[in-house]
């Protein structure tokens, strides 16, 4: 029973809380619209995503002079697998 003198404070409190997020939404607008945001992702982007070339030539132009040019990430080599020397290194003593 004396649960009770602490659960019904916190459950009062909370109720208030929600009330007052609820309050704060419909005063910043949360609910003026509610059809439109859903139809957003049916409609066509206003302007096409730059292309991956423009990009690069975009950070080519802007890297100071004596600099490398980036690169595409698709040509980077990725480094070898851990112990991957150590087994090619085994392998080549074995055939000498």
């Known amino acids: 029973m004396n649960i009770l003198l602490a659960l019904v404070p916190i459950s009062l409190l909370l109720l208030l809380v929600a009330i007052a997020a609820f309050l704060w939404a419909v005063r910043r607008g949360q609910f003026d619209d509610l059809d439109t945001p859903s139809l957003d ?12 070339e423009r990009a690069l030539a975009d950070a ?31 392998a080549t003593r074995r055939d000498a």
């Open 41 to 52: 992702i049916l409609g066509d982007d206003e302007r096409p995503a730059p292309r991956r």
């Open 60 to 90: 080519s132009r802007t890297a100071s002079p004596g600099a490398d040019t980036p690169r595409p990430a698709d040509s980077r080599q990725d480094p070898p697998p851990a112990g991957a020397a150590g087994k090619d290194d085994a």
